[in-house]
């Protein structure tokens, strides 16, 4: 794990990167299949302004808006069928540009593409794609659709998400265990992530219970564990292929004094386990009670994603970031291979909300070769709650808080059902 000392280093704007700006604003660069996908694990997408970030995505942007029109015209024909992309230069002309929800919005008179998806889910592969896998979403709020995406997609987003680690201050030669649904998009990213930043991987097997996951952290020395957590009333429903969470894990701790010393402490205080990562779109109370009553505070940190876009924000870990607000809950943006934003609506415009307003979160794959999410609202909300610049631990980027579904009637509905179970 990384010290303290090593923080402000790792988040200086590369060399590199500003090399790959000045290109792309020069135009010798045009076209994202020119960015090497390792480009997305670079710091610098994080610590620009959004005056100087926006120029260098435009291009790319404009891409794509070009492409969703040609290769994907059952999806975006009504929506932007009128749009010239040669035409958006602008912050303010993208943000004319209309949202895309999966479910219809009579409020804002948006229609939703969901129930075309279920009749034909190639509506959503683009014509000009390769070879693709297709990958379930939104099946927590119904039937899933599916988003397509190449294997330099997953390059891109595995790149992008080592970011992450860096955040959570996982260093190449740490030992990590997760128990997450190698089947799912989520767990096959993270698992090719973590090789990606020299991580030794170790995975749990379907058939290992909580004991057998304790024991095989003793056994690989293993100092990071990334797993899911779920509600403390269903910690005994096991409804996802993982099988296991933070809950169990700790339960069989506590039985077995022989188990005590790698999660939680052992009688001289002393743990094997350095960090917790927890998957989810937050940390919750229950999760957070078991990591100060139990595990006697080891730091904890998330990522969030989907099926649609690997990573949205990002939570540092608390022991590199002691005095920041972008804890927990509280989520620094990622911009590469997404952009991403918290928006309301205004007129006949979607614009950024202000700090300390709720609007929904919004993003669009500028670096994609399948799936085109153009400006696309899956349903989440976020309030902004610190402006770029101004969270102390000295990433540039805005700090979200309070992510949460916007048509759920249960705010645990995402845990038990949804990625974060597993």
């Known amino acids: 794990m990384r010290s303290p000392d090593s923080w402000q280093p790792l988040i200086q704007t590369e060399k590199a990167f500003v090399l790959l700006e000045e290109s792309i604003l020069a135009g010798k660069i045009g076209d994202y299949r020119q960015i090497h996908p390792e480009a997305f694990a670079w710091h610098g997408w994080d610590q620009l302004p959004e005056s100087r970030l926006f120029p260098i995505l435009l291009p790319f942007l404009k891409q794509q808006v070009a492409r969703a029109q040609s290769c994907l015209p059952e999806l975006y024909r009504s929506r932007l069928g009128s749009v010239d992309p040669r035409s958006i230069e602008t912050l303010a002309d993208w943000q004319r540009l209309p949202l895309l929800v999966k479910d219809d919005d009579p409020q804002h008179g948006l229609p939703g593409f969901r129930s075309a998806a279920n009749r034909d889910p190639f509506i959503l592969l683009p014509r000009d794609s390769g070879p693709t896998a297709g ?9 899933h659709s599916p988003t397509f995406v190449t294997i330099a997609d997953r390059q891109r987003e595995t790149q992008a998400w080592r970011r ?12 990590v265990l997760y128990t997450y649904n190698p089947s799912h998009k989520g767990g096959q990213w993270m698992q090719e992530s973590l090789w990606l930043h020299g991580v030794h991987v170790h995975m749990r097997r379907p058939e290992e219970g909580p004991r057998q996951v304790l024991e095989n952290l003793r056994q690989y020395r293993v100092n990071i564990l990334f797993t899911v957590q779920q ?28 188990l005590q010393g790698l999660l939680i402490p052992d009688d001289g205080g002393r743990k094997q386990v ?3 990562f927890l998957g989810g779109f937050e940390i919750v109370p229950s999760a957070l009670e078991l990591l100060e009553n139990y595990l006697g505070g080891t730091p904890a940190a998330t990522l969030l994603g989907s099926s649609e876009a690997i990573p949205q924000a990002c939570s540092t870990n608390p022991a590199l970031t002691p005095g920041a607000a972008c804890h927990h809950n509280n989520l620094h943006l990622l911009h590469g291979p997404h952009y991403i934003e918290v928006v309301k609506r205004v007129g006949d415009a979607w614009v950024p909300v202000q700090k300390g307003e709720e ?8 670096a994609r070769d399948g799936t085109i999410w153009i400006r696309y609202a899956p349903g989440d909300l976020a309030t902004l709650l610190l402006n770029e610049g101004e969270c102390s631990c000295g990433i540039f980027s805005p700090v979200i808080t309070n992510v949460h579904r916007k048509n759920s009637g249960d705010h645990e509905d995402l845990l038990l059902h ?3 179970a597993g």
């Open 135 to 143: 990958f379930g979403s939104g099946g927590s709020m119904g039937r």
């Open 164 to 175: 992450g680690h860096d955040y959570h201050g996982i260093c190449p030669g740490d030992s």
């Open 231 to 258: 509600p403390t009333r269903e910690m005994q429903l096991q409804q996802k292929a993982a099988g296991i969470n933070l809950h169990g894990l700790v339960q069989a701790s506590l039985e077995d004094p022989a």
């Open 274 to 276: 350095e960090f917790v």
């Open 359 to 366: 609007g929904l979160l919004v993003y669009t794959s500028w």
């Open 418 to 420: 949804g990625c974060a």
